[in-house]
């Protein structure tokens, strides 16, 4: 059995900075406090809480004198009002990437354009960007795209992780729906290798794994881009998720994960499917 592991599998460049920021200010300053959890996996959550980062529901929470975190999906313009009011220390791990996709909705709204946002609706990504301009419109499914009323001008941008495909299916019916119609492709460069990793690894291999917490919209996009592919395809979110009898027959396996997945779940995995396959070479990165 030989073992395929996507390069980009794993944390992205924007979540592993603000995971390595929430450790470095819980070892400065004792405690730091982060309004939800900084990426969806259970792993990283438990040993950051250990490590002292502490999630509360609401500023109000966050004893004084203590540094609140705003995380790499962005926050709420509200909140960050409230925390300057506040003259809290904010330590801001917002992605720059995210915050790009905030200036370009911003210039898509004083081009007088209705905006709307391809995205999980309730999402912390999502709510974020929606907080930079007035009344913008959520569409999360091509389904909810036709339901729109014609328009005369709109602008569009999309989560960070939305797929390629279901932005273009979202675009495709916007077309038809807005005489003056301008999309920026907000789909972060991270997301978009990873994707393009899976795809061909998932029509490549006998089995691919998916690494990722169910929590996550992420991990669960990217399983659903290699079952469309491959229907032996299985999302774990740990090493003893994995089933031996999934491996029974298999030659070739190819593994990936989502970007909230850290690097050590990823090797834990890796071992166990070595483990259960006999395998003594080392794995071979793609991409």
């Known amino acids: 059995m030989k073992i395929i592991v996507a390069k980009d599998a794993g944390y992205c460049f924007g979540v ?84 790009e996709i905030h ?11 209705r905006i709307i946002i391809v ?8 709510v974020g960007i929606a907080s930079q301009v007035k009344n913008p ?21 999309s989560q960070s992780t939305q797929t390629i495909e279901n932005v273009q299916d979202i675009i495709n019916i916007l077309m038809t729906k807005v005489f003056d119609l301008r999309f920026v492709n907000t789909i972060c460069f991270p997301t978009k290798r990873n994707q393009s990793q899976i795809k061909e690894l998932a029509e490549q291999c006998d089995i691919m794994i998916i690494i990722g917490s169910f929590t ?13 592919r491959n229907k032996k395809s299985y999302q774990v979110t740990c090493a003893t998720d994995l089933d031996s009898d999934w491996f029974k027959d298999i030659e070739l396996v190819g593994i990936s994960a989502g970007a909230s997945t850290p690097d050590n779940i990823i090797e834990e995995v890796t071992t166990k499917i070595k483990e ?4 003594t070479e080392k794995e071979v990165v793609h991409g």
């Not at 995205?119 to 999502?126: A, K, L, M, T």
């Open 16 to 99: 592993r900075d603000a995971v390595d920021l929430a450790y470095q200010t819980a070892e400065d300053d004792g405690d730091v406090y982060m309004l939800g959890h900084i990426v969806h996996n259970e792993n990283v959550v438990n040993d950051l809480d250990t490590a002292g980062a502490k999630v509360v529901e609401s500023l109000e929470n966050v004893p004084d004198g203590k540094p609140i975190l705003f995380r790499a999906h962005g926050t709420a313009n509200d909140v960050w009002d409230e925390a300057k009011n506040k003259q809290m220390n904010i330590v801001d791990a917002t992605c720059p990437l995210v915050k």
């Open 103 to 113: 200036d370009e909705v911003i210039q898509l709204e004083q081009e007088g354009r």
């Open 119 to 126: 995205g999980d609706h309730g999402h912390d990504e999502v």
């Open 137 to 157: 419109t959520i569409v999360a499914t091509p389904e909810e795209a036709n339901a729109l009323r014609k328009m005369k001008r709109a602008g569009v941008v």
């Open 216 to 228: 996550s919209a992420n991990s669960k996009r990217l399983t659903q881009l290699a079952l469309e």
């Open 276 to 279: 259960i396959g006999n395998v």
